[in-house]
Every structure is written in C-alpha cells, then in structure tokens.
C-alpha cells in the first residue's frame, strides 16, 4: 500500500473513533431528555453536550493521529482494515506513551477530572506513576 492511501486509512480509523465519541455524547443527551422528561423538567439542549468549535478541531486532530499512525505502519501490515484499527488507536497509544517510558503523572500533574461522569457516577481514580 503506498503512503497516501495508508494515510488515509489511518485517518478514517482516527474519525471512526471520533464517531464513537460524538455517538455516546448524543445518547448521554438523549437518556437526560428522557428523564428531565419523566420527571417534568425543563429538556437539556443539545449544545450542552456539543461544543461547535472544540469537537471538530478534536476530531480534525484524531483524523490527523490516524493518518501518522497508518504511515508508522504502513509497511508492516497487509490491507486496510489493520491500518483502520491502527488509527482508531492512534490517539490511546499516544496518550499512554509517556507511561511507556516511566514519565507517568504526579499527583500535582494529575488533570482535572468532572465531579460525575455521564451516568451520573464519580468517575474512578486515575493510576498514578512516579518517576524515580
């Protein structure tokens, strides 16, 4: 496969996963509609669930990812559907790269988490890794 086409099915994997992500977004506001419903409460809008400048640009970004991860390993696989998964991953991989090589988060480092996750739950503590 040459380099083109392996970019870009790196980066419909990286868009696949993006649609992944806006799907759940639509359903978490689809179940709050349906119990603000229920109960008589005014309905969520849409735009609480949906930033019109950041998703795409996030989007836009994991496409990006996917295509360098389909030319990292473009040559080492045949055909296009692991090339797809290669960039589905793209961004996973890169996030825990640092991980790879020791430099994990401090707890001063430690970004800042929502107080509830989309189920209304508390999300779970991160793993932390220190240097030595």
């Given at each position: 496969?040459?380099?083109?086409?392996?970019?870009?099915?790196?980066?419909?994997?990286?868009?696949?996963?993006?649609?992944?992500?806006?799907?759940?977004?639509?359903?978490?506001?689809?179940?709050?509609?349906?119990?603000?419903?229920?109960?008589?409460?005014?309905?969520?809008?849409?735009?609480?669930?949906?930033?019109?400048?950041?998703?795409?640009?996030?989007a836009?970004?994991?496409?990006?990812?996917?295509?360098?991860?389909?030319?990292?390993?473009?040559?080492?696989?045949?055909?296009?559907?692991?090339?797809?998964?290669?960039?589905?991953?793209?961004?996973?991989?890169?996030?825990?790269?640092?991980?790879?090589?020791?430099?994990?988060?401090?707890?001063?480092?430690?970004?800042?988490r929502?107080?509830?996750?989309?189920?209304?739950?508390?999300?779970?503590?991160?793993?932390?890794?220190?240097t030595?």
């Amino acid at each position: 496969m040459d380099l083109v086409s392996a970019a870009g099915w790196g980066a419909v994997g990286g868009l696949i996963a993006e649609l992944c992500i806006g799907f759940q977004r639509v359903l978490t506001w689809q179940r709050k509609r349906h119990a603000a419903r229920a109960a008589g409460r005014r309905l969520p809008p849409f735009k609480r669930y949906f930033d019109p400048v950041a998703d795409p640009l996030a989007a836009a970004l994991r496409g990006l990812i996917g295509a360098g991860a389909g030319l990292l390993v473009h040559g080492q696989v045949n055909g296009v559907l692991p090339i797809v998964a290669t960039g589905y991953a793209g961004m996973e991989f890169l996030q825990r790269l640092p991980l790879l090589f020791g430099h994990g988060l401090t707890e001063s480092e430690e970004p800042e988490r929502p107080a509830a996750g989309a189920d209304g739950q508390e999300p779970q503590k991160a793993v932390e890794r220190r240097t030595p």
